[in-house]
């Protein structure tokens, strides 16, 4: 940036830091911010922020007095410091006990699940996909869960090699890759989730990356030609995969985050949108196309999904579904440090949420804007979703993930269109230089393909019936022909202090030391409609002995680089325990089990006589 830039931004941090902790007039902090005048700030305070500093005020007031208390304001960078001295809890303190008594309606109307969850997985980037190892973990999970779409970053990066340039007013392709990737998608079952990313080099206005993959995360400098480019992939899809294929898949691209990481101005974003919409449906109205791949806090921010929608209203270029990202950052977009500590890995990049609801609260939000425009019947599609936006968080590796999906995935199960887990594997470089096989990658495999405890918790997921019986605290109650399902789980928080930017564990063992301490949950079941008869009753259970590969490396003494052999025993002996047992009821079955925080545990029950 130029010296002036540099100033302005200097200027502009100042006055948003008055506007939100003092009371002082606008023009006031103009001059104290070194403006010649109010006017002059307020134009370049609404060329930044898209809002004039009294309403920079105003939704800072109202945000604040959501959280009266402040906590989201404390001194992070303090609290950082303070960690270090940090003593972990005493691991044989005697935990709190609760019991839940649940007893099951047998009255109770079924009702018709569609297991959305199941609809989208991420996959990194195209460029990955043309790896054995990627495949592999591919080829597995479609055998063992199965979903419907798989949706991936970098389809335009240089390394598939589809922009060629243009030729006599024409844009030049080669789809080598290209269609290398889509075979391989289609063979396993898999329809592509296609996002027109990122710009290609010759397209761009500059030349920068905020990834290590070097994918260009530059505004476009030439929408017309990159409109061209979306319609020259998909005339060549059509041809290659016919109508009738490529009208089931699913269209999106940039994200407007990159608006708010200071890639490119809002005006910039929205033009490209608009161009690829239009380019999309010039090839045919009804391919679908979905936007803006917002962020929760782009969503709750004034300046990003309400601008989005009043511009694509405005200009008849409305996404057919939404897409929107859910991780648990609440302010990443009003952050000015998220991004130095996205880069660097040494922290969590952007406070953690205190709200254990947290996808809850944002789909409720979601739809309160939804209706707010009139579109209460949207498809909404979470194209991406985790624990975490930070990439080196060991929680990502401990039976934390198996059951933060299994409660986040029952407590919203169906209520939107897709849950897209970001991401299958940690093998991925956006943020390279893995120190170990364990590191607090986003999969749910290792780079070498182990199985994570959030994988488990998927493939006990996958076993849930089509129809939820009831549901409560902790426990979804499902049932298929001649079956019925019954997951626990026993959720624990990150502790207040592990929120606030956390600095990067340095060693494994303490992976568990950054959650509440929790208590033990004892669950007393009665089902009256399951009676007389003889059952079979089989369970499956994710515990820190049983279905977590970390803990299995943990009690080997975790090696960092272990050897062939034994990441082969970590993936043998990494499924969930299994057991079997008979019983005979004769009025009502009933289920009786404990479990300790961040637990979850499967039961699959059947009648073995139907006379």
Not at 59 to 88: C, I, M, N, R, W
Not at 212 to 234: H, K, P, Q, R, Y
Not at 491 to 504: C, E, L, S, V, W
Request: charged share 20%; proline share 4%.
């Amino acid at each position: 940036m130029t010296y002036s830039q540099y100033v302005m931004g200097l200027r502009l941090e100042h006055a948003e830091k008055q506007l939100r902790s003092t009371d002082h007039s606008i023009t006031q902090i103009a001059y104290d911010c070194g403006f010649h005048n109010a006017s002059a700030f307020i134009e370049h305070f609404r060329q930044k922020h898209g809002l004039t500093p009294r309403q920079y005020r105003q939704h800072a007031t109202q945000k604040a007095a959501a959280d009266p208390s402040g906590e989201e304001t404390l001194l992070q960078d303090g609290v950082t410091y303070l960690l270090q001295f940090a003593v972990p809890p005493d691991p044989q303190r005697e935990l709190p006990h609760e019991t839940r008594y649940i007893t099951v309606d047998e009255n109770v109307q079924p009702r018709r699940l569609r297991h959305t969850w199941k609809t989208l997985l991420n996959a990194g980037y195209a460029k990955h996909l043309l790896t054995a190892a990627i495949q592999q973990q591919i080829i597995k999970i479609q055998q063992e869960i199965g979903f419907r779409y798989l949706r991936f970053h970098g389809m335009l990066d240089q390394e598939l090699h589809i922009y060629q340039g243009m030729e006599n007013g024409q844009v030049k392709c080669c789809f080598t890759y290209f269609d290398m990737v889509i075979d391989f998608l289609l063979e396993q079952g898999l329809r592509p989730f296609l996002e027109f990313s990122f710009i290609p080099r010759e397209l761009a206005k500059a030349q920068t990356s905020i990834f290590e993959t070097g994918s260009i995360t530059a505004a476009c400098a030439d929408c017309t030609a990159f409109g061209a480019l979306v319609e020259a992939i998909l005339r060549h899809a059509i041809c290659r995969y016919g109508w009738d294929e490529v009208s089931q898949w699913k269209f999106s691209t940039f994200q407007i985050n990159y608006v708010f990481f200071d890639c490119m101005t809002m005006d910039e974003y929205l033009e490209l949108y608009d161009c690829v919409y239009h380019a999309v449906k010039a090839v045919d109205t009804r391919l679908q196309f979905g936007g803006p791949g917002a962020m929760s806090s782009v969503v709750w921010d004034p300046r990003g999904m309400r601008v989005f929608l009043q511009y694509a209203t405005a200009h008849d270029c409305l996404p057919d579904f939404l897409t929107v990202q859910s991780y648990p950052h609440e302010s990443s977009s009003a952050d000015a440090n998220f991004m130095s500590y996205t880069l660097s890995q040494q922290s969590i990049p952007s406070v953690l949420s205190k709200d254990t609801n947290f996808v809850k609260t944002f789909l409720y939000d979601l739809n309160g804007i939804c209706r707010e425009f009139e579109l209460p019947d949207m498809d909404i599609f979470i194209e991406e979703w985790n624990s975490t936006l930070w990439q080196r968080d060991l929680s990502s590796d401990t039976c934390y993930k198996s059951v933060w999906l299994t409660k986040n995935i029952c407590e919203n199960m169906d209520a939107v269109s897709a849950f897209g887990y970001w991401t299958i594997s940690d093998l991925m470089d956006e943020r390279a230089n893995f120190d170990s096989i364990y590191h607090g990658g986003y999969g749910l495999f290792t780079y070498n393909g182990v199985p994570k405890s959030g994988y488990e918790a998927l493939r006990l997921l996958g076993q849930l019936g089509n129809c939820c019986i009831a549901s409560g605290d902790g426990w979804y109650f499902t049932q298929s022909e001649r079956e019925w399902q019954l997951i626990l789980y026993n959720y624990t928080h990150y502790d207040n202090i592990y929120r606030y930017r956390y600095r990067r564990l340095e060693h494994p063992e303490d992976a568990y030391s950054v959650f509440e301490s929790g208590k033990i949950v004892r669950f007393q079941v009665t089902f009256p409609a399951l009676r007389r008869g003889l059952y079979q009753i089989e369970q499956q259970e994710i515990t820190r002995t049983s279905g977590s590969s970390f803990d299995l490396w943990l009690a080997a003494g975790a090696p960092p680089s272990p050897d062939r052999a034994f990441l082969q025993y970590l993936a043998e002996h990494a499924s969930a325990h299994r057991t079997l047992t008979t019983e005979q009821v004769d009025t009502a079955l009933r289920l009786e089990t404990t479990l300790q925080p961040l637990e979850v545990r499967l039961f699959r029950i059947r009648k073995m006589n139907f006379t």
